[in-house]
C-alpha cells in the first residue's frame, strides 16, 4: 500500500505533540494550522522560538527565568528580602504577581519531590534555596507548593529540612476559595476551612 | 512599577495563542516547556515549521495538501475516479481513508458556508469542484461535511448546485454510533436512526 503520508507535516505534529498537554490529534491539528499561516508569520514564530531558548535562563538567585542575570525581582530593592516564597513553577511567580499581595522574594524549585518519576530531592533546586538562606537574611520560608499530595510531601520535605536551620516554615493558608459556594466545595476543602477558622 | 516581563517568552506565547484552539493559559504553558527543551530540538522544530509551509501545498485535482504536484490519493489509478467524497477539511480525508471502506477521490472545499464569518461559497473550493465535474467522468457526488447545522446547509447547497449537473448527490447516512449505548444516544441522533432504519 502507498504511502499517503506528508513526511514534512507529520514530523511538525511529532514535534508539537512532545509539548505539555498535547496530545496525538491536538498536534495533528496544530500541524494542520501552520499551513493556514502566512509564510512570514511562520518565520517570526519559528525564529521567536529559537531565541527564546538563546535569551531565557534561570535567576541566579531565585531560579526563576530571566533574560538577564539577575530577575527583576531579586533585583527590586523594594522589596522585602527576609521572606521566601517556594514555589514549583515559574508560572506560579506569575500567579503570586498578579495577586499584588506579596511584595518579597521567591524561590523557584522547579518540580515536587515524585518518587515514582524518579525526582528526588537533588533534582530540584533545594540545595541552592538551602544556600541562599545562610547568609541569615531570610528569616521566614513561605511554602507554596501546589495542594497536592506530591506538593504538599514537598513542602513537608522542605519544613524539617529549613527549620533546623532558624528561619519560620509557614504554609499558604487552605480554605474556601472566595466566590465558590458552600454546596459545590468538596469535603476535604471544607474539613481544612474549618480546622483553620479564624476569629472576626 | 517595574516591568517582570520576559520580552521574547512573552512574544513565544502571543504565536502560539494565534494557533486554534490555545488560549492564554495555555499559550504560556506551552512558551515555558519551550525553555524546558534542548536546543538543538527546538531548532529542528523550528525549521519544521518553516520547511512545511514550503514543501506543502494543495493538491491541484482535490485541494487536499500534499508535497507533490498531484496528491498520491488523486494518482492512485487503482481508485474508483466516478465517486468523488466532498469534506470540509483535509483531516477528515485522513478519517475516511483509516476507516479502509472508501477506494474513491475526495474533494476538499476547506470549510463550511457560514454566513455570520462572512464565509460564502466563494471562499470554498466549490468552482473548483463543479469543475472538477465537467469531464462527466465523476458519476456519485459524496456529502460528508460535518453534521453540524453549517455542515448540513452546506452540503443543501451543494446538492442543489451540483444535481442539475447530472450527478447523483448522496449523503453519509445518520444514526447511532457503532458502540454506543442507547441509553447515552441524544434523541436527535435516535430520531434519525429511525427515520433511517433499514431492512435486516
Chains 1, 2 share one sequence.
Do not use: W
Amino acid at each position: 500500500m502507498e504511502s499517503r503520508r506528508i513526511a514534512s507535516l507529520e514530523k511538525l505534529a511529532e514535534y508539537f505533540q512532545r509539548l505539555p498537554g498535547i496530545g496525538r490529534k491536538t498536534a495533528q491539528r496544530l500541524a494542520y494550522s501552520v499551513l493556514n499561516m502566512e509564510e512570514d508569520k511562520i518565520k517570526e514564530f519559528a525564529h521567536c522560538m529559537v531565541t527564546v531558548k538563546k535569551d531565557v535562563h534561570y535567576c541566579k538567585f531565585c531560579y526563576n527565568f530571566t533574560d538577564k542575570e539577575v530577575c527583576t525581582i531579586c533585583a527590586d530593592m523594594n522589596r522585602d528580602r527576609s521572606v521566601l516564597c517556594v514555589v514549583e513553577d515559574p508560572r506560579d511567580v506569575e500567579t503570586f504577581e498578579k495577586s499584588r499581595e506579596y511584595n518579597s522574594l521567591y524561590h523557584v524549585i522547579h518540580g515536587v519531590i515524585s518518587p515514582l518519576n524518579g525526582i528526588g530531592p537533588d533534582q530540584l533546586r533545594i540545595k541552592e534555596l538551602v544556600s541562599r538562606l545562610s547568609s541569615g537574611e531570610v528569616k521566614e520560608v513561605i511554602m507554596a507548593t501546589n495542594p497536592t499530595v506530591e506538593g504538599e510531601a514537598t513542602a513537608l520535605y522542605l519544613s524539617k529540612l529549613l527549620r533546623p536551620l532558624g528561619v519560620k516554615v509557614t504554609r499558604l493558608a487552605y480554605g474556601i476559595p472566595f466566590g465558590a459556594t458552600l454546596e459545590y466545595t468538596d469535603e476535604e476543602t471544607l474539613g481544612r476551612a474549618i480546622n483553620g477558622r479564624v476569629e472576626i
